[in-house]
């Protein structure tokens, strides 16, 4: 049995039985790998409850991954400048050389 599906992309695709019960144990893989990642970090927080800024904490950490509508304020601390003063001179001295 063939299954048609119509992407994004606008474009016409017909899969077989083996090609969606592949794609439905990736994607428990994914759900369940995602759950029990969250709930550790939940737990690392001393709390026992899942919240929905584990889950985008390990989204983001792990796989690159940002939900849309969420805040990435609300969920991810702020990455201080590691650049110092004196570092900035320097990088500013080789571009003025670079263009001479």
Not at 50 to 79: F, Q
Request: include cysteine; hydrophobic fraction near 30%.
């Amino acid at each position: 049995v063939s299954t048609q599906s119509t992407g994004s992309s606008g474009i016409n695709a017909e899969y077989g039985d083996e090609v969606e019960e592949v794609l439905l144990q990736i994607s428990d893989d994914f759900l369940e790998d995602v759950i029990s990642s969250s709930a550790q970090i939940a737990a690392h927080r001393k709390s026992k409850v899942l919240e929905t800024k584990d889950v985008l904490m390990y989204l983001d950490r792990h796989h690159d991954l940002w939900v849309p509508g969420y805040s990435k304020e609300d969920t991810k601390p702020a990455k201080k400048d590691m650049c110092t003063e004196q570092h900035r001179q320097r990088m500013e001295m080789i571009k003025k050389a670079q263009r001479q």
